[in-house]
C-alpha cells in the first residue's frame, strides 16, 4: 500500500452525545488517497503504547475519489468513558494513516451549576 495519512478537524466530542468525525485520507504527496472498499478503522486508546483500545470503530467510506471517511459514535460509544484526551489511531487496511488526539468532554446536565 502507499504511504498515506490523514487529515482531522474536530478533535472533541461530548460523552454520551452522537457525533460524526470525517476524515480525508490523503497519499504521501497530500493528495487525495482514492479508497474503494479499504478496511478503515479508528481506536481510541489511553495510551499508544500501554494496554488495549478502549473503542474500536469502523469506518465508512462516504466519498472514494475524495478519500473521504466516517467514523460514527454513538451515545453508548462514549458515555462511559472517563472525560479525557485519548490517543487516536486511524488505519487504513491496517497500515496507520493518522495519530493524534482526540478529548472526550464531560457534559454538564440541565439545571447543574456549572460553578
Same mark, same amino acid.
Not at 466516517?70 to 468513558?81: M, Q, R, V
Given at each position: 500500500m502507499t504511504y498515506c495519512t490523514a487529515s482531522v478537524v474536530a478533535e472533541e466530542l461530548y460523552r454520551g452525545t452522537e457525533f460524526d468525525l470525517t476524515v480525508e485520507i490523503l497519499d504521501k504527496d497530500g493528495g487525495v488517497y482514492p479508497l474503494t472498499n479499504e478496511e478503515t478503522r479508528l481506536y481510541l486508546a489511553h495510551s499508544w503504547t500501554i494496554g488495549e483500545p478502549v473503542l474500536e470503530l469502523e469506518g465508512i467510506i462516504i466519498n472514494g475519489n475524495a478519500g473521504l471517511v466516517n467514523f460514527n459514535f454513538s451515545p453508548e460509544d462514549t458515555e462511559d468513558l472517563p472525560a479525557r484526551a485519548y490517543?487516536?489511531?486511524?488505519? #487504513?487496511?491496517?497500515? #496507520?494513516?493518522?495519530?493524534?488526539?482526540?478529548?472526550?468532554l464531560g457534559r454538564i446536565e440541565a439545571g447543574e451549576n456549572s460553578e
Amino acid at each position: 500500500m502507499t504511504y498515506c495519512t490523514a487529515s482531522v478537524v474536530a478533535e472533541e466530542l461530548y460523552r454520551g452525545t452522537e457525533f460524526d468525525l470525517t476524515v480525508e485520507i490523503l497519499d504521501k504527496d497530500g493528495g487525495v488517497y482514492p479508497l474503494t472498499n479499504e478496511e478503515t478503522r479508528l481506536y481510541l486508546a489511553h495510551s499508544w503504547t500501554i494496554g488495549e483500545p478502549v473503542l474500536e470503530l469502523e469506518g465508512i467510506i462516504i466519498n472514494g475519489n475524495a478519500g473521504l471517511v466516517n467514523f460514527n459514535f454513538s451515545p453508548e460509544d462514549t458515555e462511559d468513558l472517563p472525560a479525557r484526551a485519548y490517543d487516536m489511531t486511524i488505519t #487504513v487496511e491496517g497500515n #496507520v494513516a493518522f495519530q493524534g488526539k482526540l478529548g472526550i468532554l464531560g457534559r454538564i446536565e440541565a439545571g447543574e451549576n456549572s460553578e
